[in-house]
Nanobody, 124 residues
């Protein structure tokens, strides 16, 4: 079993950048495909990005392509979400999640482990 803790959220102006981190403990993160999801106030949680176990494959929701980058450092047992050119509509609680599937995807149901989330607020 793996435990996930997100960090790096905060308040930023539109056009700014943040880097979220997801630190894993209990098991090595290299055993998991990893994903980032977000939930805005009054909305359902949605997929943002995912990365395969080895890091060779990544997948993004259309709205963040070209602005967000997911990466993993298995040696540090950490997964990152670099967010650039932030927009007010990116405001949400961001969650990282882990799946034992080799190819992590966008379906929330395949992710067995979830962090508690970190708040990202983008002001206009």
């Amino acid at each position: 079993q793996v435990q996930l803790v997100e960090s790096g959220g905060g308040l930023v102006q539109a056009g700014g950048s943040l880097r979220l981190s997801c630190a894993a403990s209990g098991r090595t993160v290299s055993s998991y495909g990893m994903g980032w999801f977000r939930q805005a106030p009054g909305k359902e949680r949605e997929f943002v990005a995912s990365i395969s176990r080895g890091g060779g494959s990544t997948y993004y929701v259309e709205s963040v392509k070209g602005r967000f980058t997911i990466a993993r450092d298995n040696a540090k047992n950490t997964v990152y979400l670099q967010m650039n050119s932030l927009k007010p509509e990116d405001t949400a609680v961001y969650y990282c999640a882990a799946t034992t599937l080799l190819m992590a995807g966008s379906r929330q149901s395949v992710y067995e482990y979830w962090g508690q989330g970190t708040q990202v607020t983008v002001s206009s």
